[in-house]
T-cell receptor, first 112, second 111 residues
Framework: GEDVEQSLFLSVREGDSSVINCTYT??????LYWYKQEPGAGLQLLTY?????DMKQDQRLTVLLNKKDKHLSLRIADTQTGDSAIYFC????????????FGTGTQLKVEL | DGGITQSPKYLFRKEGQNVTLSCEQN?????MYWYRQDPGQGLRLIYY???????QKGDIAEGYSVSREKKESFPLTVTSAQKNPTAFYLC??????????FGQGTRLTVV
């Protein structure tokens, strides 16, 4: 079945770059997503990448996709304390944002 | 404002009781979803509905039931058959555009 894996924790200093990694098993996904969850809240879509792209940049966020290795990463430049949250990668198997499969989430802690 | 609303934010259930979690959206989205979140396990899909009056089981549907009588509403009932219901429940909706919008969640605790 589908499986999406992430490391559970990442700690960085304020101002440094953060790189959150994700691996997935299904090569038929159409879109891959990064969501952010702040404590006690729902998920907020940060960015997504179409499966035929290698890279997408959106302000401080850079998404890299290696389809051969089934590896997705999210780089946050100039990480701020407000970036502290849980980050989930997700992929869909039916196209159009339906029936997402989520990773376990990576807790990002930004230290001063 | 358009959005997706879950209520209540906190819910307490006695063992053996059924409880219903509400999810309403005014985004005119066809598809709606229920996820369960446990620490260190990410989100797991309980049920989803791609159109009114139709829904499908997700990965962990046992002990849960849903209905989709209106496009705007997708309530989730946690039945007494669910042996470990304490969790954070998230509702989401989506259209054809590749983005799912999430509610703020309901934290259910069995007392």
């Amino acid at each position: 079945g589908e499986d999406v894996e992430q490391s559970l924790f990442l700690s960085v200093r304020e101002g440094d770059s953060s790189v959150i990694n994700c691996t997935y098993t299904d090569s038929s996904s159409t879109y891959l997503y990064w969501y952010k969850q702040e404590p006690g809240a729902g998920l907020q879509l940060l960015t997504y990448i179409f499966s035929n792209m290698d890279m997408k940049q959106d302000q401080r966020l850079t998404v890299l996709l290696n389809k051969k290795d089934k590896h997705l990463s999210l780089r946050i430049a100039d990480t701020q304390t407000g970036d502290s949250a849980i980050y989930f990668c997700a992929e869909d198997f039916t196209g159009g944002g339906n029936k997402l499969t989520f990773g376990t989430g990576t807790q990002l802690k930004v230290e001063l | 404002d358009g959005g997706i609303t879950q209520s209540p934010k906190y819910l307490f259930r006695k063992e053996g009781q059924n409880v219903t979690l509400s999810c309403e959206q005014n985004l005119n989205h066809d598809a709606m979803y229920w996820y369960r979140q446990d620490p260190g396990q990410g989100l797991r899909l309980i049920y989803y509905s791609q159109i009114v009056n139709d829904f499908q089981k997700g990965d962990i549907a046992e002990g849960y039931s849903v209905s989709r009588e209106k496009k705007e509403s997708f309530p989730l009932t946690v039945t007494s058959a669910q042996k470990n219901p304490t969790a954070f429940y998230l509702c989401a909706s989506s259209s054809k555009h590749p983005e799912a919008f999430f509610g703020q969640g309901t934290r259910l605790t069995v007392v």
